[in-house]
């Protein structure tokens, strides 16, 4: 077999999929106005298929520390930590991270992909178990398959079906690494985190804990699920990104255990790629703090949230399991869920198409997601362009 | 000891669910380009059986298995040193 027939079957349902230059799979934006606001081609659209939580990606105080920083120490890095050497704003960035998050540890990555990788991958080698929830991001899978671990998956958000894989492992639980998520990113639910908190206290095992979209999001602080629901001593490990509610790109990774800081010399994503440029550094420094003294963009966003989640359950749409600032609209056939995403860029939203296998159960759905920079009237718009697309649709079922 | 047809008598309980009723399925028939599973619905028939016969199967047994026939031999191969449990 040639080196690309294996993509041969890609090629024929890319084919069959998109039939248009506009599609779901590669959108061009042309132009952004605000955290809220772009265009695409000809289009003037509300974006709410972003990870900007907080809408921190043109906060003026982000913004002037990363132009400072790029003024300052140039473009780029060029190189690893480990054989370039760390800049002082990159040490300040794990320090002040340590501080939020009260953990003795922290290692900043270059992407929150390359901080799963980096540490699930090297944490959990091949005589290691991973006990993982089957919706887990594909970083995670990636990353345990990159350690070579022996992975066993238990049941979407379902701590019993968790407690029995564990008692199955009789006496090799004590030493497993459960993972999960802070809120999953396709249906916008948070993980029973209490519950596997308790499991992990019975039956032993390390607690490592994907916040990458809850981080900024949920806890009074917004330090994530983990300390929502008070049980950050039972968190071996968090995990988390830049890229969403700080508004950059980078990872970290958290621990209180002595030993977490051995992973620089071992994690290989950490060490074979050049370190976060400074700009991007900066501005996160400059988010985080943003974050910290800025609790009024949580209540916002979740004032958003409820607003978009109410509003699109009211239309009868079948939407996530709870109320979250992810808020999917599950639609059926990948075609179904192209011709309905084409008819909200018509109607001035931006949205994500998502097929499967990422999405849970086999079907296709669009995942909004809101931010706190969102106005009540922009998410009344997005609310608008579904209820005219109900409506489209329902006279298309009659006419049919 | 479960034995491996035993496993492949619950697969093909399993497949007949999920896969298309126009493919025939049997023990050498491709899970993937045959059946047209995709990677999600493979990880879940190792959950079933897991489930099934009160086992610890890890993900890892799937890395060589393209058919149900692989599977079940993989399977069988994981008890053996450890009655069930992961090596």
């Known amino acids: 077999m040639a080196l690309f027939d294996k993509f041969a079957k890609l090629a024929q349902d890319r084919a069959a999929l998109i039939q248009t230059e506009l599609h779901p799979f590669g959108t061009r934006i042309d132009e952004i106005y605000s955290p809220t606001e772009g265009r695409i081609g000809s289009q003037r659209v509300v974006l709410a298929g972003t990870n900007n939580y ?30 370039n050497g760390s800049y002082g704003s990159h040490m300040a960035l794990e320090s002040e991270l340590a501080d939020f998050f009260g953990r003795r540890s922290v290692i900043v990555f270059s992407t929150g992909y390359q901080a799963n990788l980096g540490v699930i991958g090297t944490l959990a080698g091949p005589d290691d178990i991973v006990l993982l929830d089957a919706d887990s991001h594909a ?195 990948p075609q179904q869920g192209m011709a309905f995403w084409l008819g909200l860029i018509e109607r001035g939203v931006y949205v994500n198409l998502v097929l499967p296998p990422a999405t849970p159960n086999g079907q296709a759905l669009v995942r909004c997601s809101v931010s706190a920079a969102h106005t009540s009237a922009q998410i009344d718009h997005i609310i608008g362009a579904f209820a005219e697309l109900a409506i489209t649709s329902r006279e298309a079922a009659v006419n049919s | 000891m479960i034995s491996q047809e035993k496993i492949l008598e619950r697969l093909f309980v399993y497949l007949g669910r999920i896969a298309p009723a126009s493919t025939p399925i049997h023990p050498d028939v491709d899970l993937i380009q045959e059946l047209g599973l ?42 053996e040193p450890a009655n069930g449990t992961v090596r």
């Not at chain 1, 907080?54 to 300052?72: F, R, V, W």
């Not at chain 1, 800081?261 to 400074?278: E, G, H, N």
Request: hydrophobic share 40%.
């Open chain 1, 54 to 83: 907080l809408g921190l990606t043109l906060d003026p105080d982000s913004i002037k520390a990363a132009q400072q920083a790029l003024a300052e120490e140039g473009t780029g890095t060029t190189g690893s930590r480990m054989a």
């Open chain 1, 139 to 333: 970083s995670i899978y990636d990353a345990c398959r990159m350690g070579g671990a022996q992975v066993i998956r238990f049941r979407h958000n379902d701590a019993a079906d968790l407690e029995r894989r564990m008692r199955r492992l009789g006496e090799q639980a004590k030493d497993a690494l459960i993972i999960v998520e802070g809120i999953y990113s396709m249906l916008g639910d948070q993980a029973p985190l209490r519950e596997i908190a308790d499991i992990k206290r019975r039956l032993g095992g390390y607690l490592l804990v994907d916040e990458a979209h809850s981080v900024g999001v949920l806890g009074q602080h917004g330090r994530g699920l983990a300390e929502e629901l008070g049980v950050e001593d039972d968190v071996d490990v968090v995990l988390g990104t830049f890229s969403k509610s700080l508004g950059a790109i980078g990872g970290f990774a958290a621990s209180q255990h002595p030993e977490f800081d051995l992973l620089r010399y071992a994690s290989r994503p950490y060490i074979f790629t050049a370190s976060p440029s400074p700009s991007s550094v900066a501005s996160v420094r400059a988010a985080l703090r943003a974050l910290r003294a800025r609790p009024e963009l949580r209540t916002r966003l979740w004032e958003n949230a409820h607003q978009l989640y109410s509003g699109l359950a009211g239309l009868g749409y079948q939407v996530g399991p709870q109320a979250s600032p992810v808020v999917p609209v599950v639609l059926g056939s």
């Open chain 2, 38 to 79: 995709d990677s999600i619905k493979v990880m879940d028939l190792l959950m079933e059986l897991e489930d099934e016969f009160d086992l610890s199967i890890p993900l890892n047994v799937l890395t060589d298995v393209r058919t149900p026939a692989q599977l079940a031999e993989a399977v069988v191969t994981l008890m």
